[in-house]
Every structure is written in structure tokens, then in C-alpha cells.
């Protein structure tokens, strides 16, 4: 046999090889809240694939997305930073896996001379009783406090879920934005502005994160409960998904020692390493409780 007759059949080989391999290659599509894709889904992903004959196509567009479209077999994995809604059939049928602790921020101009804001003050900023950087300690000029659209995104849902308890509560903002990147923008435009937001998409930002009940958030105060404004992120996904296995093999790298170094190195606590914060959330929400009724 002629050495470029063997080389033909090499290169046909190899054609046929490398067919196979991608033809057995699994993918899968995750969508989601756009603070879980910044604090670990687009790292976590590409790590994966390099591990695994699998592609994950990671998009954003809100938890809400991350739950419904999950549930409506439009996507085989979700991300979201709320719970499911009680009383919603449609996202009482998706399964949640906890896999990381976030933190909410106020966040407000680099130039502002704040750097302290305690959580009762948060409270009265968020029901218009304060209105001017005054009040806090600041400047004598007007508050624009900035606010997410809808009472069930994973920010807005939790703000009111923590702060308040009560789902429903309405917020007295200057500005509505539909997401969290948009808003922090402006916040790096407006020198009168406050939000909140995520941390882990907020300290991408140049913004200033301040302190909560002189506590700055960073991986020891979440992971201990000391920075009270915090939140499980989760990973959704159908019980009876045809990608089943393989979701269940990337949640398991999730928590892997591996995985969970790429959440640290995005600011983001795993979630195995703080679980008592479960119990200290259960006591925060009581006492959000109790603040709505005396309220």
C-alpha cells in the first residue's frame, strides 16, 4: 500500500473519529438569573466541558427565566437566586439545588463619601422615609434610590422577602430598571444614586459596595452570617429530564472541591462550606416577621 493511500485512509479515519466525538457530545442549555451567571455559571461551564464530553450554553435573562424555562422544557438547567413562588404550580415542579451563598450590596457612586449604612436605615430608604444623603450622614441632596422591575426577580423578590416579609411590598424608588446591569451602570453615572444589587456581579462594577451594620461583605462575614443581607443561589432542573444523568454529573462537580474553588475565586461562597447560615436565615425571616407585623 502506497504511503499516500495510507495517509488518505488516516485522514478518513480521523474525519469519522472526530464525527463520532461530536456527535456524542451532550449539550445542554442553562438560563438564568444574571448575578448566578456572573458569580459561577460561565466559569463553572467552561471548566466542565474541559472535563467532560459536554457543551453547556449559558444564558441570562432573569430567575424567573431560570425557574419557568426550566419548567417548560426549554432549557435543561435554570439558575436562580429566589425560591420557588408559593402557590405556583408551574415552579412547584422544579427542583432546586442549593449550591452557593450570595450576598445583596447597597451600592452607591465611587465618589460618595458614605461608607456605612445600617439595615434599619436600608428599611426606611426602601419606604421613602429617608429622601436626602442628609439623613445618612452625607451631603445635602436628593436620594435616587434605584429599584428592579417585577416583585418576583430574585433581587427584588429577596429584598422584600428579608428586609420586610412581605412579598408585596411596595418600594419607593426614582427609577425602575428591568435588570440588575442596567441599574448598576446607572449607579456609575449618578452621583446621588443608591441601589441594591447582587455582589457578585456589583464588585465587577465601579461602584462603591458599602458596609451594612459596619460590616463589608467578603467571603469570611457571608460564610459566618455577620453581613445579614445574604441569599442561596440554586441550580433548577426537572426530576424527569432525558439529560437527567448528566445534570446530576455537572451539580456533582458544582460541589466538587474543584468547583467550589471557582466560586471563591468569584467572590461567591460555596454553599457546603456555610450551611449554618440556614438556621441563621430562618431567624432572620422570623424577625422580618415580626418587624411587618409591628408594622
Request: glycine share 8%; charged share 25%; proline share 3%.
Amino acid at each position: 500500500m502506497s504511503a499516500s493511500v495510507v495517509r488518505l485512509l488516516s485522514l478518513l479515519f480521523f474525519s469519522i473519529f472526530s464525527s463520532s466525538l461530536l456527535a456524542s457530545a451532550k449539550t445542554m442549555d442553562w438560563v438564568g438569573c444574571g448575578i448566578s451567571k456572573k458569580a459561577y455559571m460561565t466559569e463553572m461551564a467552561k471548566a466542565y466541558e474541559k472535563r467532560q464530553n459536554a457543551k453547556i450554553n449559558v444564558n441570562g435573562g432573569g430567575a424567573t427565566k431560570g425557574i419557568r424555562k426550566v419548567a417548560a422544557n426549554e432549557a435543561q438547567m435554570g439558575g436562580s437566586c429566589r425560591y420557588y413562588l408559593p402557590g405556583n404550580e408551574v415552579e412547584e415542579g422544579v427542583s432546586f439545588e442549593p449550591v452557593a451563598w450570595d450576598a445583596l450590596v447597597v451600592i452607591v457612586n465611587k465618589n460618595n463619601e458614605i461608607d456605612n449604612i445600617s439595615f434599619s436605615q436600608v428599611r426606611d430608604l426602601y419606604l421613602g422615609k429617608i429622601k436626602n444623603w442628609k439623613q445618612l450622614g452625607g451631603k445635602d441632596a436628593p436620594i435616587n434610590l434605584f429599584i428592579r422591575k417585577g416583585r418576583i426577580s430574585g433581587v427584588g423578590y429577596t429584598i422584600r422577602k428579608l428586609l420586610f416579609a412581605n412579598s408585596e411590598q411596595k418600594f419607593s424608588g426614582s427609577k425602575i430598571f428591568k435588570s440588575s446591569g442596567p441599574l448598576e451602570k446607572a449607579v456609575i453615572d449618578d452621583p446621588n444614586a443608591i441601589s441594591i444589587s447582587g455582589i457578585s456581579s456589583a464588585r465587577l462594577r465601579d461602584v462603591k459596595i458599602l458596609k451594612l451594620n459596619n460590616k463589608y461583605p467578603d467571603y469570611n462575614t457571608i460564610k459566618s452570617g455577620q453581613y445579614v443581607l445574604y441569599r442561596p443561589l440554586f441550580l433548577t432542573y426537572l426530576k424527569d429530564s432525558k439529560n437527567i444523568d448528566q445534570i446530576k454529573d455537572f451539580i456533582k462537580f458544582v460541589h466538587s472541591w474543584d468547583g467550589r474553588k471557582i466560586m471563591k475565586d468569584n467572590g461567591v461562597v460555596p454553599y457546603l462550606e456555610a450551611l449554618r447560615l440556614v438556621m441563621k436565615q430562618i431567624k432572620q425571616d422570623q424577625m422580618a416577621d415580626q418587624y411587618s407585623q409591628e408594622n
